[in-house]
């Protein structure tokens, strides 16, 4: 579904295949993709993902519903039924975040990338370390390079480079 603000518009909880060929199609960089799969969302209703993000006028990020994997990025796994600021983030820094099924990425102005949430697939950026993040971390391996486009689809992460490098776990 897609989220429309006054000024704008968040996407949220965009699935797999979609996400995989705006992010392509936005770096131009088929050939350079890298992609771990894509696994089609779940098809009862009571299995799919809840807890949007928001994303303020001044890149504050808010979170709010299903946080049981830690996708809301609040802390101890949780449900809020109202929208609570993300504090781990940098504050008035975030200009793109993203939820997936059960975790989320963010991105700051000077293009370094957060995720947090469920890493059962690695989707956070962090191989071998299948636990869930409650709060945002930063993805240390991008650190160098400036990310300027991410997307979050069932069980993956997609991360577009200024160079136009798409990078994805």
């Given at each position: 579904y897609?989220v429309y603000?006054e ?5 949220s909880g965009?699935?797999?295949a979609?996400?995989v ?9 088929w ?6 799969g894509?696994a089609?969302?779940?098809?009862k ?5 809840a807890?949007?993000?928001?994303l303020?006028?001044?890149?504050d ?6 946080g049981?994997?830690?996708q809301l990025g609040?802390?101890p796994?949780?449900l809020?039924?109202?929208?609570h ?12 975040a ?7 990425v963010a991105?700051?102005?000077?293009g ?7 890493n ?5 950026g ?8 409650t709060?945002?971390?930063?993805v240390?391996q991008?650190?160098?390079t400036?990310?300027?486009y991410?997307?979050a ?6 991360a577009v ?8 776990r």
């Amino acid at each position: 579904y897609i989220v429309y603000l006054e000024e704008g518009f968040l996407f949220s909880g965009l699935w797999g295949a979609v996400c995989v060929f705006l992010s392509c199609l936005v770096a131009g960089a088929w050939a350079q993709s890298e992609f771990a799969g894509y696994a089609p969302p779940p098809e009862k209703e009571a299995d799919r993902p809840a807890g949007p993000l928001i994303l303020s006028e001044v890149g504050d990020v808010y979170s709010f519903g299903d946080g049981s994997t830690g996708q809301l990025g609040l802390g101890p796994a949780s449900l809020m039924t109202t929208p609570h600021i993300i504090d781990q983030l940098p504050h008035s820094k975030i200009y793109m975040a993203n939820a997936g099924y059960a975790h989320a990425v963010a991105v700051t102005e000077t293009g370094e990338i957060y995720t947090w949430g469920n890493n059962a697939f690695g989707q956070l950026g962090f191989r071998n370390i299948s636990i869930d993040f409650t709060i945002p971390s930063q993805v240390h391996q991008l650190e160098n390079t400036r990310i300027v486009y991410v997307c979050a689809g069932f069980a993956h992460t997609l991360a577009v480079t200024d160079a136009g490098v798409v990078y994805g776990r």
